[in-house]
């Protein structure tokens, strides 16, 4: 007998695959190849090294933002999403997706993107893998109920302004891992995320090949 939550998960996926290939037939914004080159008039964070041989494949900046920051395992309960803890933060924000190269693991490049940021100040408050997260087999659901969309609702990877990134964001994910840091001394704060990407056997027009690349998302607040 199919459970109530796998029913909303499943009309939740068919909500956001509608939206990804009516873009693709009006905007023709299906890519061909995993992206190579950074997006034009992008560039990273100062603070924030990418993981050597990473494209960035979008960008988008707030003067000011409020964010939530989830500190501890996110539930799902009667259409609301809430962590165990949480760290609030404001000030400018922005949020960057990056594409590994071929073969490097989640835990490779979460593991390099912590190193450089400690050896600069930062102190970790919160990481966790896959299910100890939370809800994290999609990065996006079509009902905004997985972990990341504590950070973001889903529409942020159901449009085609950035073809690249919603490939890199995937149908379903795979090897999900959060990392929640701070560093006091600049008034900074960010969340990394990692994850390699599904897309093979679903109707989305991304490349089957970048579900060999892990995906990451810096997502930084900075009073």
Request: glycine share 6%.
């Amino acid at each position: 007998m199919t459970s109530k939550y796998a029913q909303t998960r499943a009309a939740a996926r068919r909500w956001l695959v509608a939206p990804l290939l009516g873009a693709c037939l009006a905007n023709a914004w299906a890519i061909d190849a995993v992206p190579t080159q950074d997006e034009a008039g992008v560039s990273d964070l100062t603070s924030v090294k990418r993981y050597d041989g990473a494209v960035l494949v979008w960008r988008d900046d707030v003067n000011f933002d409020e964010i939530t920051f989830p500190a501890g395992k996110v539930s799902y309960n009667n259409n609301v999403l809430k962590a165990a803890k949480t760290v609030n933060r404001s000030g400018a924000r922005a949020m960057l997706v990056y594409v590994t190269p071929v073969g490097r693991s989640t835990l490779e490049v979460m593991r390099s993107h912590q190193n450089q940021l400690k050896t600069d100040g930062f102190k970790t408050v919160f990481e966790c893998a896959d299910n100890a997260c939370g809800e994290a087999s999609a990065l996006t659901g079509g009902n905004n109920f997985n972990f990341a969309n504590m950070l973001f609702k889903d529409a942020t990877f159901s449009t085609s302004r950035s073809e690249a990134h919603v490939c890199a964001g995937g149908y379903q994910i795979t090897g999900f891992r959060y990392s929640l840091m701070d560093n006091t001394q600049t008034g900074e704060t960010l969340a990394l995320m990692t994850w390699r990407p599904l897309v093979k056997g679903y109707a989305v027009p991304c490349p089957d090949e970048i579900e060999k690349n892990t995906s990451v998302m810096v997502f930084h607040v900075k009073k």
